[in-house]
Every structure is written in C-alpha cells, then in structure tokens.
C-alpha cells in the first residue's frame, strides 16, 4: 500500500471536477516511454520458533528494515517510527502485519525486474540469516490466527482495521494474513487504457488460478487453491470487484472518477498524520463539507491518496495495476509481469486477446470471478468450457507479445523464458496451490509445519 512521507501543502486545491482525471491523463506515455513496475510481498517468520516478529521486538521488523541501510536503502518515518526505506531499486514498506514488500522501481524490460527482484531477496535473505528472520512466498499465512499476528504502527493501517469489519467478514484477513504479486503498466492513451483495462479485467481470473497458492488457513486446507482471492469477495464490496462500467461503451477516465468518487473514504493526510475519514464522501470534501475536516477541500495529493484505497481487480490510477494474484516464490515474482508485459505492450498481442475475451457477458465474467477461488483452471469461461481451455492459448499469446518487443539481455535472450514456470504450470495441470495439497495429503502426512520446508524463495 501507499507510502506517505510529507504533507502536500503546495499542490492544487481542486476547484472542479476536470482536475480529478488529471493523474489518469498524466499517466498517457508514448510506446517508448513505458514502463514495468512490480509489487511483491513476502511473510517473515523467526527461524526459532516461527512466530511472525513484532515491529519493535529484538530483530523484528524494524531492526530488518534498519539494516537495509547496509544496501543503501534510507528509511521513511512516520510519526518516530521507520515504516519504510527507499532506494534506487524502488521502496521496501510493511503490509499490516509486518509482511514485507518491495515496490519496484519503473524499468525498461523484464530482465531488469527479474535482476531487481533477485537484489531484493539476496538483500533480504542476507540480512534474515544474520538476525534469525526468514521469509515465505505464499498467498496467505498457512498456519497464523489474526490473533497471532502484530499490527505494524502505520496511520492509514489503524483506520483500516477499525473499518474493516464494519463493511466485510474478510477485511482483516486481506490486511493482515495475505500477499500479493502485483504489476503496473503504462498507456498511450485514454482508448489505450480503456482496451488494456478491459483485457487485464477479463483474463485477471487467469492469473488468479495460475498463481493461485493459498490453499490452507491456520494449519488445514480450506477448500480453495486462492483463499486470498476468495477474501476479497467479502472484504468491502464498496471498493472492490469487476467493474462492470469498464465493459460499456465510452469508458474512459471521467467514468473512472464517477466510480471512485462513490467509493467511500479512508483517510485524509495531513502535517504527517493520518485524520480518519472512514465511510465519508470525498464528495462531501469537495463541497468543504467533509465531517473530518469541516470547511477545508481536498487538494490534489488527497485525490491521488483516495485512488489507492479502491482494491478492484484492475486498478487505474496514473497506471494500470493488476491485482489477481498471489504471493510465490522468486520465478513467478518474474512471470507476473511478464505474463501482463506480453499480452497488454504489444498492439497485435493485445488486440488477439481483446479478440478472445470481447464476447463474453458480464454475468459470464462475475461467475469466472466467483469461481476460480476454488476452482482454479477447472473454473467455467462464459459461454461455455472452462479456464484450462484458453490458458495455452493466452500464454501464447503472451510469448507472442513477449518476443515482438525483442527485448534482449546480454546472452541475447529476449523475454520469453519469463513465462516458463506458468507453462510448466499449464502443462501438468496443476496450480501451485494444487501441488501443495498434494505434499499435505502425501509425503507431509497432514504435518503443516513442512510447508516451511518448501523453498519459496
């Protein structure tokens, strides 16, 4: 989630309406200009005993974090306490309950991010040997109560937690016992992102099954490949979802801002601290009427912070950002973004997969959304068949888009290797999630404390 460090006092007090596209257009980049950004979380446990460590105790979270400073990383404090660190290689910041992530700094192609994703885990797992701290690639905590977990001291994160439960069942679960893999993207234009939107919003489900890999909750398999995906069915239905709006004719970012000016607030930042605004209406801020801070109106930085407190699958800020899957170890940290690169940076790419998915009908898509939680592959495509039917198809549409790009490291290899564990994946059968309840079932003998025996990263 977002990073705050000042107060923006100097930037623009909206005055109209039009102001509130303004990031989604400053977002338009020419092809050239594109960028790759990738989120990717982990948990961290203490070696000894397994317990997931506390921000403030002896070699907890905050100690891990100082010692990034090693690398070159300068920590970003909120309230005396350091919540994050940045670097060249982007931002290491906490998820609630210390699950920490690394947000990668916008590069040219998928051999820098895969190169950046390997100096992050090298850094971390120096650091984690040396104080007692390891680290799990998973979509959410395999064995953990939310009463085992701590609460990271962040602002926006307390007002969350008070919130959560007033609007899902599953709220505190996203926040504290998930992780994700994320990518954002770039466009060109306001019809560039519309068709990129529609595409990634469509075939999000696929990334859901194929990364799928949290498959227990708190020592036993729960019935789902994605548990995580599954949370955010009831977590706040304000906020998140399929966004039927994408799919009708003439959305663009006017659309987008009518759909976020109905998603209730959070927070409001101001002079390093975190005003809980929770449940209003940034339409009533807009009047300077908003019940936390009466007479005052939002200035721009207020309208880019209400933006990253929707949680749909696709997400449209400056960028595009896909959402779908889970948490994995460091080839599928790769393949995330490669999967996305290749379908959505290439014209002909993007145009075959709009091909596949255009005829399918909202209904069709909300019961694929509904579906792949629990049925991976096996989930049913609108109009007929299921998921594992067009997954090939779309990897190689994917590779296509990959190999147009001819991006090259120094072996004179070009992207498409990045896509090879999801092949794999495509080829057995079997999600990631499917393969662990195998081991549970199997050679594990219902033990899940084996699961931190898996190499994860």
Known sequence: MSTREISDHEDPVIENLEQLAAPMAAGEKPREAWRIGTEHEKFVYDTADRHAPSYHEAGGIRDLLMALTEFDWEPIVEG???????????????????????????????????????????????????IGKSYLGLGMWPDKTREALPIMPKGRYAIMLRHMPRVGSMGLDMMLRT?????????????????????????????????????????KPNGYLSYRSHIWSDTDPARTGMLPFVFEDGFGYERYVRYMLDVPMYFVFRDGKYIDAAGQSFRDFLKGELPALPGERPRLSDWQDHLSTAFPEVRLKSFLEMRGADGGPWSRICALPAFWV????????????????????????????????????????????????????????????????????????????????????????????????????????????????????
């Open 179 to 219: 992780c994700t893999v994320q990518v954002n993207l770039d466009y060109s234009s306001e019809a560039d992102m519309a068709q990129k939107f529609r595409v990634s919003l469509a075939l999000q489900p696929l990334a859901t099954a194929l990364f799928a890999n949290s498959p227990f909750t708190e020592g």
């Open 80 to 130: 005396g306490n350091v919540i994050a660190m940045k670097g060249a290689d982007g931002t290491v910041s906490l998820e609630p309950a210390g699950q920490l992530e690394l947000s990668g700094a916008p590069l040219e192609n998928l051999h820098q991010t895969c190169a950046e994703t390997g100096r992050h885990l090298a850094q971390v797992k120096i650091i984690g040997d040396r």
């Open 342 to 457: 290749g379908l959505l940076y290439d014209q002909g790419a993007l145009d075959a997969a709009w091909d596949l998915v255009k005829h399918w009908d909202m209904e069709g898509r909300e019961t694929l959304r509904a579906s792949v939680p629990k049925l991976g592959l096996d989930a049913p495509l609108p109009g007929g068949g299921i998921l594992r039917d067009i997954a090939s198809e779309v990897l190689d549409i994917s590779r296509s888009g990959l190999a147009a790009r001819g991006q090259l490291n120094a072996g004179g290899d070009n992207e498409t290797g990045y896509l090879e564990p999801l092949a794999e994946i495509v080829a057995s059968g079997k999600v990631p999630a499917e393969r662990l309840l195998d081991l549970y079932h199997g050679e594990w003998g219902g033990d899940i404390s084996r699961v931190y025996e898996v190499k994860t990263f």
